[in-house]
């Protein structure tokens, strides 16, 4: 397992630096498989970087769109985050329909559309146990949570299907299960914003709780963990507080934690 964290300057140089990142891994999907695998994040720290994926030539019916969750509204509710990423991306490209696997919301009962999904899953990828997404993109809420997996909740200690619901204050949501997310061979975290920073300082803390914080359970059993911040996020992070190795990139020496990165930033 390696694991790269980055700290940018802003939430600009976030968008950038992520873009390039995840397009360089579809790329490589792409060359090594044929086709590549994607699930979402939802919440508003991905957005631009899904209008900035808009704007690329990639090949698009090698691309395949899953979400990492879901809240449980119809798909044309403004919080839907199928419609947010269809508004900022998809429909502005070429994909076809056939590649888009939104998570079902419509079964009046958050169970019964997590098997639906995880069925849907199943048949996509065959009898893998754990389906290995080329890429998972995740965010972070200042609770520590990513996905829809809340602090104390049922959802975390799931480990015997792929999809199950998460609940946030009573509201349920359909979510990826922490074994599932683990098995990606990206998995890679965009947060931004100062309000972060308490929960990215404990999840930094060896030895912080992985129920107290969920994206602390975010551990790839054999792939390649990328948390990218921007400043006012990981402002409080310093070395001695990471599991990283440092850079040796004298402009980051202070704000970048992390080992030779293998994609060039400009
Ligand atoms: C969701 C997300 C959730 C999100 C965090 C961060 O459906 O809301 O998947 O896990 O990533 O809440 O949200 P922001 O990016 O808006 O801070």
Not at 13 to 29: G, T, Y
Not at 175 to 196: D, E, Q, R, S, Y
């Amino acid at each position: 397992m390696t694991k790269y964290l980055e700290i940018l300057d802003d939430q600009l140089e976030l968008i950038k630096r992520s873009r390039r990142i995840v397009v360089s891994r579809i790329q490589e999907a792409i060359a090594r498989r044929g086709i590549c695998t994607i699930a979402l994040a939802g919440g508003s720290t991905p957005k631009p970087l899904y209008e900035k994926l808009a704007q690329e030539n990639l090949p698009w019916e090698q691309i395949h769109i899953f979400w990492g969750d879901e809240r449980y509204v119809p798909a044309d509710h403004p919080d839907s985050n199928q419609r947010m990423a269809r508004q900022a991306w998809l429909d502005q490209v070429p994909m076809p329909p056939n590649n888009i696997h939104p998570m079902p919301t419509d079964a009046a009962d958050p169970y019964l559309d997590a098997a639906t999904y995880d069925a849907t899953l199943r048949a996509f990828f065959g009898d893998q146990t754990w389906p290995a997404f080329d890429i998972i993109l995740l965010g972070m809420g200042d609770d520590g949570h990513t996905a829809s997996l809340f602090p104390q909740t049922a959802a975390l200690a799931v480990s015997d299907r792929l999809i199950t619901v998460g609940e946030k204050q009573g509201e349920p949501r359909l979510t990826f299960t922490v074994p599932l997310i683990n098995a990606a061979h990206h998995i890679i975290f965009l947060v931004a914003g100062h309000n972060k920073q308490e929960a990215l300082q404990q999840i930094f803390h060896s030895e912080a709780d992985g129920f107290a914080y969920p994206s602390k359970l975010i551990e790839p059993d054999h792939g390649i963990l990328w948390w990218l911040l921007d400043a006012a996020a990981g402002d409080r992070l310093t070395p001695h507080d990471t599991i990283y190795q440092t850079n040796p990139h004298p402009a980051l020496q202070n704000k970048t934690i992390l080992s030779p990165v293998p994609i060039p930033r400009s």
